[in-house]
T-cell receptor, first 113, second 113 residues
Framework: EPEVTQTPSHQVTQMGQEVILRCVPI?????FYWYRQILGQKVEFLVS????????KSEIFDDQFSVERPDGSNFTLKIRSTKLEDSAMYFC???????????FGQGTRLTVV | GDSVTQMEGPVTLSEEAFLTINCTYT??????LFWYVQYPGEGLQLLLK?????DKGSNKGFEATYRKETTSFHLEKGSVQVSDSAVYFC????????????FGSGTKLNVKP
């Protein structure tokens, strides 16, 4: 069964460093997302991506964050200069159409020290 | 604004007990409603969904009915198993925003043999 794949499963980085979280969405899907969950808190929307551009972003998604779909299969989230409060589980998701459910990856646990 | 509120956990039950996890939502318009489940070490998996009022979603013995009058989508199962131990997330998509999902904070279920 097709699935969304995220790498790495766990990333530890020093404050101020850049990180790139990688996702391979399901191949015929058109809508792509990043969500995050700080430990013990809600799953929060970060950004959605459609037709090679950001379609919506939350106030969390400031200038430190960027997304790319560089080669038609990968979908990456970059955090330019990590802060301690960026420590969270980051989920990638994709869906085939506008009215369908989203399919989520297993998540990348980011720990900023 | 749009949001989802679900009961706090953890919920601890004995095997074969009846499960209810409450979920209410706030949305403008007519959202689709979802329950996602996260088993230990895994990503978010769709458990069930309902797309309009009075629809009942069901899967693996779990059920939830879209109640527009009470803006609720409570998850129920008649007889839980140890293998149901996981974190359950209520979510909605739609209303006036067909793009992103709104998640509750998750409810951890522990089922004891």
């Amino acid at each position: 069964e097709p699935e969304v794949t995220q790498t790495p499963s766990h990333q530890v980085t020093q404050m101020g460093q850049e990180v790139i979280l990688r996702c391979v969405p399901i191949s015929n899907h058109l809508y792509f997302y990043w969500y995050r969950q700080i430990l013990g808190q809600k799953v929060e929307f970060l950004v959605s991506f459609y037709n090679n551009e950001i379609s919506e972003k939350s106030e969390i998604f400031d200038d430190q964050f960027s997304v790319e779909r560089p080669d038609g299969s990968n979908f990456t989230l970059k955090i330019r200069s990590t802060k301690l409060e960026d420590s969270a589980m980051y989920f990638c998701a994709s869906r085939p159409g506008a009215y369908t459910e989203a399919f989520f990856g297993q998540g990348t646990r980011l720990t900023v020290v | 604004g749009d949001s989802v509120t679900q009961m706090e956990g953890p919920v601890t039950l004995s095997e074969e007990a009846f499960l209810t996890i409450n979920c209410t939502y706030t949305a403008t318009g007519y959202p689709s409603l979802f329950w996602y489940v996260q088993y230990p070490g895994e990503g978010l998996q769709l458990l069930l969904k309902a797309t309009k009022a009075d629809d009942k979603g069901s899967n693996k013995g779990f059920e939830a009915t879209y109640r527009k009058e009470t803006t609720s989508f409570h998850l129920e199962k008649g007889s839980v198993q140890v293998s149901d131990s996981a974190v359950y997330f209520c979510a909605h998509k739609g209303g006036n925003n067909f793009n992103k999902f709104y998640f509750g904070s998750g409810t951890k279920l522990n089922v004891k043999p």
